[in-house]
């Protein structure tokens, strides 16, 4: 069973572009997470995503930010016009449906805005 | 999700025990301690979980206070390779929406050879 996959590892963008990071979850897990890690800091949770649903966006930045986790395919994070401080690590995690699960994390993809 | 305390770092030489602490004072009865690590920036590793029972897997083992109001995580035998973030959280039992992690600045642990 292959693990959560991120692509691509790494990204680079020009100021103005846009970057789109993509998550293949587990095989039977229905939900995905993103979070963020800036350089030097902790993981910031961004959003929680099931099957053509957003579940809790609250850590999504109100602009220039979006995801998807449609019916077929990865979930997409989506980040519109990237400026330098989109620079981060970009993590996703997917869980299965049930009680008391644990989420399992990808490599990340590493965005650098130049 | 409760708050939780953790050292900065710690040091551990290699073969020996490390004893990581978590104090999660403010823990509701329905609420899990899990534990969580990041080596040199790769994603984070699931460890280990527990409500108030202890537990052991082929990784580590959790103690948890009889009043829930702490915790330590055990690495019995500490490896170079252990050397990594570890992260304390705790949070509402149950999949979907409380799987959502809230992460702290966690505890450096550096195991020296």
């Known amino acids: 069973n292959a693990g959560v996959m991120q692509n691509p590892r790494h990204l680079v963008r020009r100021r103005g572009q846009e970057a789109r990071l993509r998550c293949s979850p587990m095989?039977?897990?229905?939900?995905v997470y993103w979070y963020r890690q800036l350089p030097e800091e902790g993981l910031k949770f961004m959003v929680y995503l099931q099957k053509e649903n957003i579940i809790d966006e609250s850590g999504m930045p109100k602009e220039r930010f979006s995801a998807e986790f449609p019916k077929e395919g990865p979930s997409i994070l989506r980040i519109q016009q990237v400026v330098r401080g989109d620079s981060a690590a970009y993590f996703c995690?997917?869980?299965?449906?049930?009680?008391?699960?644990?989420?399992?994390f990808g490599q990340g993809t590493r965005l650098t805005v130049v | 999700d409760a708050k939780t305390t953790q050292p900065t770092s710690m040091d551990c030489a290699e073969g020996r025990a490390a004893n990581l602490p978590c104090n999660h004072s403010t823990i509701s009865g329905n609420e899990y301690v899990y534990w969580y690590r990041q080596i040199h920036s790769q994603g984070p590793q699931y460890i280990i979980h527990?409500?108030?029972n202890n537990e052991t897997n082929e990784m580590a083992s959790l103690i948890i206070t009889e009043d829930r109001k702490s915790s330590t995580l055990i690495l019995p035998h500490a490896t170079l390779r252990d050397t990594a973030v570890y992260y304390c959280?705790?949070?509402?039992?149950?999949?979907?929406?409380?799987?959502?992690?809230?992460f702290g600045t966690g505890t450096l642990l550096a195991v020296q050879p």
């Open positions: 095989k039977g897990h229905s939900h």
């Open positions: 959280i705790v949070r509402v039992g149950g999949g979907g929406a409380t799987n959502k992690l809230i």
């Open positions: 995690a997917s869980s299965p449906p049930g009680v008391n699960t644990e989420a399992f």
């Open positions: 527990g409500l108030k």
